[in-house]
């Protein structure tokens, strides 16, 4: 079955980097987009950008523009977020989720995130 | 960046009642992309609704979404206990940017 699988959590001090990686099984990985989605302890959902697996283009948003990374291996079908400068803030779970284009009609395209990654909890303190 | 706000935070209702969940985008959202997500403690949100009014697989017909423009509306007609969760709104944007609401939290009176 289609299925996102992600590492597992992780505990970082302050100011260290993280990358946490998300691999798909199931699919054709380059066939679409990965998207970064976190969630800080009992606070919403807040997106950070998609990675293209086939060409490797992303799009980070601003927030997080200059200390994320997204980057991918098709050879092995995973897709990987690397966040530096963490700060305790940064404490959350991140989720990785495809992007599918789930039907096209007259009025446009839609897409939904339809399958999503178990999550990574990762807390930074000190 | 288009900012979606939901209400009310936390809706209190009882099974076979009917829910009715609004967001409301700070500017206009095409409706090919405005999609509703369902997140049950402890596990990653799940795809409901795409292109505002569309089911995703598997999803049962009481879940419907409509709404254009600036107003999108997630309706539940008769709820079920598993439906009890937190439900999120989720737009794409002119500039190739997503944002989500603040949630929507649905639970048992």
């Known amino acids: 079955q289609v299925q996102l699988v992600q590492s597992g959590a992780e505990v970082k001090k302050p100011g260290a980097s993280v990358k946490v990686s998300c691999k798909a099984s199931?699919?054709?990985?380059?066939?679409?987009?990965i998207h970064w989605v976190r969630q800080a302890p009992g606070q919403g959902l807040e997106w950070m950008g998609w990675i293209n697996p086939s060409s490797g283009g992303t799009n980070y948003a601003q927030k997080f523009q200059g200390w994320v990374t997204m980057t991918r291996d098709t050879s092995i079908s995973t897709a990987y977020m690397e966040l530096s400068r963490l700060r305790s803030d940064d404490t959350a779970v991140y989720y990785c989720?495809?992007?599918?284009?789930?039907?096209?009609?007259?009025?446009?395209?839609?897409?939904?995130?339809?399958?999503w990654g178990q999550g990574t909890m990762v807390t930074v303190s000190s | 960046e288009i900012v979606l706000t939901q209400s009310p935070g936390t809706l209190s209702l009882s099974p076979g009642e009917r829910a009715t969940l609004s967001c409301r985008a700070s500017q206009s959202v095409s409706g090919t992309y405005l999609a509703w997500y369902q997140q049950k403690p402890g596990q990653a949100p799940s795809l409901l609704i795409y292109?505002?009014?569309s089911r995703a697989t598997g999803i049962p017909d009481r879940f419907s979404g409509s709404g254009s423009g600036t107003d999108f509306t997630l309706t539940i007609s008769r709820l079920e206990p598993e439906d009890f969760a937190v439900y999120y709104c989720?737009?794409?944007?002119?500039?190739?940017?997503?944002?989500f609401g603040q949630g929507t939290k649905l639970e048992i009176k």
């Open positions: 292109g505002a009014s």
């Open positions: 989720q737009q794409y944007g002119s500039s190739p940017s997503y944002t």
């Open positions: 199931g699919y054709t990985f380059t066939g679409d987009y």
């Open positions: 989720a495809r992007e599918r284009l789930m039907v096209v009609t007259a009025n446009g395209d839609y897409y939904g995130m339809d399958v």
